[in-house]
């Protein structure tokens, strides 16, 4: 146990002796950035989002959920940066990721011409 205690309070010592070393300066940089993770299911497995829409699956349109996403699917991130990059933030930053079962919807809706390219 005294073992577990020393290597406890070893540790916590060697921490606090690290942060106090790296201490921020006034002009410390600022840095911002977003992460935008879009996913939407496979609605029903097997099954393409158009099938699963044409089939009416649900009580709701699968279309209308894609459709009343556009602007996120297509422009929030363009955008971001854009007014990022006007204000001047030099540590400005984006990422966005798809998910592979988004893709696979959007391509079978563009397919079908659902949603625009």
Not at 55 to 76: A, C, E, G, K
Not at 90 to 115: C, D, H, K, T
Request: glycine share 4%.
């Amino acid at each position: 146990m005294k073992k577990y205690c020393l290597l406890l309070l070893m540790t916590i010592v060697s921490c606090v002796s690290i942060y106090s070393q790296d201490k921020p300066t006034a002009n410390s940089p600022i840095y911002i950035a977003f992460l935008w993770h879009m996913h939407q299911p496979i609605y029903w497995p097997y099954e393409s989002v158009v099938a699963t829409h044409n089939i009416n699956r649900y009580p709701y349109s699968v279309f209308d959920i894609f459709n009343s996403r556009l602007v996120p699917y297509t422009s929030w991130q363009k955008n971001a940066i854009e007014k990022g990059i006007a204000a001047g933030l030099p540590n400005f930053g984006a990422q966005v990721s798809f998910s592979g079962s988004l893709i696979e919807n959007l391509n079978n809706l563009e397919a079908r011409r659902n949603f625009p390219a």
